[in-house]
């Protein structure tokens, strides 16, 4: 059921840029992170391994699974941005979602990678604003391949060693957005990459455990209690301490992730949920595209008004009517790149990685 957990994931990313609901896309980017952790880590120790030839099916298994979908959409934006903006100017969907204009960009643009600096920082420019996120797990990727995931002891080492790190790193970015430096101040304790091994660990070393648990059915109502608990913890206890909701969070991802883990008799859905994962991706790089291709429209079409209620600053809030069109065409997107580009090239990963062990 992963592949529905990831699907729920990529929407709560939406609901947060486009619903304008905070807080939800970040506890969302953390569970992805502690999810990445699970899974990167049972990959590498069930399938790869740790020598030369299964580390190189491991990249090109990563490389095939995100660029090729990544590229796609990079290039519908740049199409999108740059033929089409003196209709609608695209930095009201996002102040990032314009043309590339230095050279830094345009690496990360073709790259991914140079998007953050060590999960510091974001580009001024790129055609899928939330790829920063891909740019944070491949650097947890390669800490990963050289010591994260390589054992259980080692997983649990990094574990701790991120517990005791972020009080530090919380010091220093309360000191930082008192300073008035607050978008570095509060990507030290979430993108910041020792601040994403917190939830990453946490994931690596839940592998392990899960692994000497028994294979059961998990209670579907204690799952349910605990996607509630993060509702609140994002809805209430935010409102107080964002960094205390986030902390909060992660046993209850934790639990949702292994939980999810040990379902083996809803194979009837797996069909289902292997379409949904496949679509968490493009949701979650195309959405602010599928927004603007949709403002667009809306523009000449006259009923721009109907979707857009104001601008906050200098972006665009939707009505209620505007957000429910965006998420559904970003899930007729997403179903489109689905079934004829992810799908497709998980044949073409399985191929190559065959042939390279």
Same mark, same amino acid.
């Given at each position: 059921?992963?592949?529905?957990?990831?699907?729920?994931?990529?929407?709560?990313?939406?609901?947060?840029?486009?619903?304008?609901?905070?807080?939800?896309?970040?506890?969302?980017?953390?569970?992805?992170?502690?999810?990445?952790?699970?899974?990167?880590?049972?990959?590498?120790?069930?399938?790869?391994?740790?020598?030369?030839?299964?580390?190189?099916?491991?990249?090109?298994?990563?490389?095939?699974?995100?660029?090729?979908?990544?590229?796609?959409?990079?290039?519908?934006?740049?199409?999108?941005?740059?033929?089409?903006?003196?209709?609608?100017?695209?930095?009201?969907?996002?102040?990032?979602?314009?043309?590339?204009?230095?050279?830094?960009?345009?690496?990360?643009?073709?790259?991914?990678?140079?998007?953050?600096?060590?999960?510091?920082?974001?580009?001024?420019?790129?055609? &899928?604003?939330? $790829?920063?996120?891909?740019?944070?797990? %491949? /650097?947890?990727? *390669?800490?990963?391949? !050289?010591? =994260?995931?390589? &054992?259980?002891? $080692?997983?649990?080492?990094?574990?701790? %060693? /991120?517990?005791? *790190?972020?009080?530090? !790193?919380? =010091?220093?970015?309360?000191?930082? $957005?008192?300073?008035?430096?607050?978008?570095?101040?509060?990507? *030290?304790?979430?993108?910041?990459?020792?601040?994403?091994?917190?939830?990453?660990?946490?994931?690596?070393?839940?592998?392990?455990?899960?692994?000497?648990?028994?294979?059961?059915?998990?209670?579907?109502?204690?799952?349910?209690?605990?996607?509630?608990?993060?509702?609140?913890?994002?809805?209430?206890?935010?409102?107080?301490?964002?960094?205390?909701?986030?902390?909060?969070?992660?046993?209850?991802?934790?639990?949702?992730?292994?939980?999810?883990?040990?379902?083996?008799?809803?194979?009837?859905?797996?069909?289902?949920?292997?379409?949904?994962?496949?679509?968490?991706?493009?949701?979650?790089?195309?959405?602010?595209?599928?927004?603007?291709?949709?403002?667009?429209?809306?523009?000449?079409?006259?009923?721009?008004?109907?979707?857009?209620?104001?601008?906050?600053?200098?972006?665009?809030?939707?009505?209620?009517?505007?957000?429910?069109?965006?998420?559904?065409?970003?899930?007729?997107?997403?179903?489109?790149?689905?079934?004829?580009?992810?799908?497709?090239?998980?044949?073409?990963?399985?191929?190559?990685?065959?042939?390279?062990?």
């Amino acid at each position: 059921m992963f592949g529905t957990y990831r699907f729920i994931l990529a929407l709560l990313v939406v609901v947060t840029h486009i619903g304008n609901i905070e807080v939800i896309a970040g506890l969302a980017v953390w569970a992805f992170f502690m999810l990445s952790g699970f899974l990167i880590t049972g990959a590498l120790n069930t399938r790869y391994g740790f020598s030369a030839a299964g580390l190189q099916g491991f990249w090109a298994s990563r490389a095939l699974r995100l660029y090729p979908t990544y590229w796609v959409v990079a290039l519908v934006a740049f199409l999108a941005t740059a033929l089409l903006r003196h209709e609608v100017d695209p930095a009201f969907v996002n102040l990032a979602f314009r043309p590339m204009t230095e050279v830094r960009e345009w690496f990360s643009a073709l790259f991914i990678l140079g998007h953050t600096t060590v999960g510091l920082g974001r580009v001024e420019h790129a055609l &899928s604003p939330p $790829i920063w996120a891909v740019d944070v797990e %491949l /650097s947890l990727y *390669l800490l990963s391949c !050289l010591i =994260v995931s390589r &054992s259980r002891k $080692i997983a649990r080492y990094t574990m701790l %060693l /991120s517990i005791l *790190l972020f009080p530090l !790193l919380w =010091v220093v970015a309360k000191k930082l $957005i008192g300073a008035g430096d607050i978008d570095t101040g509060g990507q *030290l304790i979430y993108s910041f990459i020792p601040a994403a091994m917190l939830p990453y660990s946490i994931g690596a070393y839940l592998f392990f455990v899960a692994g000497d648990q028994a294979d059961k059915r998990p209670s579907v109502m204690k799952m349910f209690f605990a996607s509630m608990l993060v509702a609140v913890l994002a809805l209430l206890i935010s409102r107080y301490s964002v960094t205390a909701a986030y902390i909060l969070s992660l046993p209850v991802f934790g639990y949702l992730t292994v939980s999810l883990s040990k379902v083996r008799s809803w194979s009837r859905f797996k069909r289902i949920d292997d379409i949904l994962g496949h679509m968490s991706y493009p949701i979650y790089l195309a959405h602010y595209l599928c927004a603007y291709i949709v403002v667009l429209v809306a523009s000449r079409l006259g009923f721009q008004s109907l979707l857009i209620d104001s601008k906050d600053g200098f972006m665009f809030e939707y009505t209620l009517l505007g957000f429910f069109i965006i998420t559904i065409f970003v899930i007729l997107f997403s179903v489109v790149m689905a079934l004829y580009l992810e799908r497709p090239m998980e044949k073409v990963r399985h191929e190559v990685v065959k042939r390279l062990l």
